[in-house]
């Protein structure tokens, strides 16, 4: 039966799960706060250059693949995009660089730069990461909406050990210092600490291996604008500038939204790809939410903020040792996460990561240019930093690190930039606390623990996004969007 469908948010979970439902005819309307669709993948155009908002590692693209599948259209009429290898180049505090390849022949050539002994332990941490793919992929796409679906997992988690923290993990079969960061830092990509993300989010890892790393041509807007594309030729309409600031609920049903200015739009089915935390606070008033109370809101672990500076040049930097992807590392890694993660005081160090998109793609920054992202992991707001005066001076000290250790004369050759912090996160994307990815991925806030698909308090509330189950980076998101429109209308089997 056709339903009326409301999405509020247009990032990469809302506008998979509204593509879904508009594939199978539904009438599917998305609400967006912002100018223009994306979420946290929104791309900014400045001075001609092109900035992509959020996510620039793209991986598993069988999974937008699928999205125009169902549509009965190519994904390669729509976007374009580019395998990239070394997926990243990882430098330690010293600048010597570490490269991330696909192949394993390639990586292993690289581990023996820095430590020839490491390279067997490394084949051995691929071979159980493996394992853990092959154990726990299938869960990716599914709902954990009992406890039941919780302790199916169990025993392989304990059989795998995946609910070792990611470094520990890959400690085991890696002992130069270096490699042990280089190899351990994927859960910096979805919100969690190495030192206690549990080791079945390596499913990262093989991911990569398994479908490489990529970038879209024109950048992640090119994504946005593909998907945008292709909900709206199916039938799906957007409504841009239009904040909502309530959920409407009558006992334990969702009946449709609030808007800023006032107006009401009715539904049978809500699909949130708003924060979940933000939302439960501040959308739905507390006498009707049951489990999510402010406290219990109050008690959940969230991730890290981040501080981001976009910047064009006017020269290009084709001499500096910088591929696509860069993170850059210091010499105080375990006490930097640790400050970061328990939202003390901003730190005064950094580790660092550097978007270089126009070594791929010269055509989003202006004919002999550069177009960078510099992005540093912070505290979330929960630290007390005022960002208001904290901002500049913590922009020039990264800027002058890259200056004197990457880009010469970075700043005199600056034509357009734009930054980000946790203020953003918190007052334009409605992010509790200013969180950038919601929720930590720790052992306890994954899987059936994780807020769910489908609200616990409401039965046709749904949630897609970093914030419900399977958690942040691209792929997941997706999948929390497939997830909730298979629990709204489920493909019939076979």
Not at 353 to 380: N, Q, R
Request: positive net charge.
């Amino acid at each position: 039966m056709k339903k009326k469908i409301i999405v509020i948010g247009s990032g990469f979970g809302g506008l998979g799960a509204a593509i879904r439902l508009a594939a199978k005819g539904h009438d599917v309307t998305v609400f967006e706060k912002r100018d223009k669709p994306g979420g946290r993948g929104y791309q900014y155009d400045i001075g001609g250059f092109k900035f992509d908002g959020g996510p620039t590692v793209i991986t598993a693209p069988y999974m937008f693949d699928e999205l125009f599948q169902l549509a009965g259209r190519r994904r390669t009429d729509y976007f374009e995009l580019i395998p990239l290898d070394p997926f990243y180049r990882i430098f330690d505090a010293e600048g010597r660089h570490f490269d991330y390849y696909h192949r394993l022949e390639d990586i292993l050539a690289e581990i023996e730069r820095f430590s020839p002994a490491d390279a067997a332990g490394y084949e051995k941490f691929i071979q159980h990461t493996r394992r853990i793919f092959e154990a726990f992929y299938h869960c990716t796409d599914r709902p954990f909406l009992t406890l039941g679906s919780m302790l199916r997992i169990m025993p392989d988690m304990i059989r795998l050990q995946a609910f070792l923290s990611t470094h520990l993990h890959v400690a085991r079969y890696i002992k130069h210092p270096f490699l042990r960061q280089a190899l351990s830092f994927h859960p910096l990509l979805i919100g969690g600490s190495p030192f206690d993300t549990p080791a079945i989010y390596t499913l990262i890892v093989q991911f990569e291996k398994q479908w490489g790393v990529y970038y879209a041509k024109g950048g992640t807007g090119a994504i946005v604008q593909g998907l945008s594309r292709l909900f709206t030729e199916l039938g799906g309409r957007f409504h841009f500038n239009c904040e909502v600031k309530e959920i409407l609920v009558d006992g334990r049903r969702a009946t449709g939204v609030k808007l800023a200015d006032g107006s009401v739009e009715r539904a049978d089915v809500v699909v949130c790809n708003g924060d979940v935390a933000y939302s439960y606070r501040y959308l739905i008033p507390a006498q009707y939410r049951r489990k999510y109370s402010d406290g219990h809101i109050e008690r959940m672990r969230f991730s890290n903020s981040l501080f981001v500076v976009y910047f064009g040049t006017r020269r290009r930097y084709q001499d500096a040792p910088l591929r696509h992807h860069n993170i850059m590392l210091n010499r105080r890694y375990r006490g930097l996460l640790r400050d970061i993660f328990s939202s003390a005081p901003l730190p005064d160090d950094f580790a660092l990561y550097l978007h270089v998109p126009t070594v791929t793609d010269p055509s989003v920054a202006p004919a002999g240019c550069e177009s960078f992202y510099v992005l540093s992991l912070v505290p979330d707001l929960a630290s007390g930093t005022d960002w208001t005066r904290a901002a500049r001076p913590y922009r020039d000290k990264i800027m002058r690190h890259l200056e004197e250790r990457y880009l010469p004369g970075l700043q005199a050759h600056i034509v357009a930039e734009h930054h980000i912090d946790p203020l953003h996160f918190q007052n334009t994307l409605n992010s509790y606390r200013g969180a950038a990815f919601a929720l930590k991925p720790t052992l306890l806030q994954s899987a059936w623990l994780r807020p769910h698909s489908r609200s616990e308090d409401f039965e046709n509330l749904y949630f897609v996004g970093a914030g419900t189950h399977p958690g942040a980076g691209v792929p997941s998101v997706l999948a929390s969007g497939k997830i909730a429109a298979e629990l709204i209308d489920p493909t019939p089997a076979g």
